[in-house]
């Protein structure tokens, strides 16, 4: 399964009010409190840092909301999201093994991942529950096909 089958998809089982290509962004400036009021708003558990809405400039998720207050207690939510954004922002495009992303978020220990385009632009972004659920399909779609070539059928 390819990247491009996972973001096809997650049309179907997106989150309510969120179109599945849409790519959430905050920009750079923005406080810790306004990604928090976002995210839990949302429902969603990370969102892509962009200056312009198009290229990745760093991702912001739970855990790095959950760390900094951790460190430096409540005041941190008026600190800007470009002090604390994950800076060097994994990304992978539509032509990628879904296979290969989930392995490179598993031992990356991140959840999210921007899909970009040739120029480095924004088509959506897969999670490890998107990539996780396409690979039980595949595997679905094999066990019936082994079945029914059991079987006769």
Request: charged share 25%.
């Amino acid at each position: 399964m390819l990247v491009n089958q996972l973001l096809s998809m997650k049309s179907t089982s997106g989150k309510p009010g969120i179109e599945a290509q849409t790519v959430l962004t905050i920009r750079p400036d923005a406080t810790l409190g306004e990604a928090v009021t976002m995210l839990s708003d949302l429902r969603i558990g990370a969102v892509v840092v962009s200056e312009d809405g198009k290229k990745p400039n760093g991702i912001l998720s739970e855990r790095d909301i959950v760390r900094q207050l951790g460190k430096h207690g409540p005041g941190v939510l008026s600190t800007p999201i470009s002090e604390v954004m994950t800076r060097d922002v994994q990304t992978c495009t539509v032509g990628d093994d879904a296979l290969v992303i989930l392995e490179r978020m598993t031992q990356g220990r991140f959840r999210h991942l921007p899909v970009v385009d040739h120029d480095g632009n924004m088509l959506g972004v897969v999670s490890i529950g998107d990539a996780v659920s396409g690979r039980l399909k595949e595997l679905a779609a094999e066990k019936e096909a082994l079945t029914g070539m059991i079987m006769g059928a």
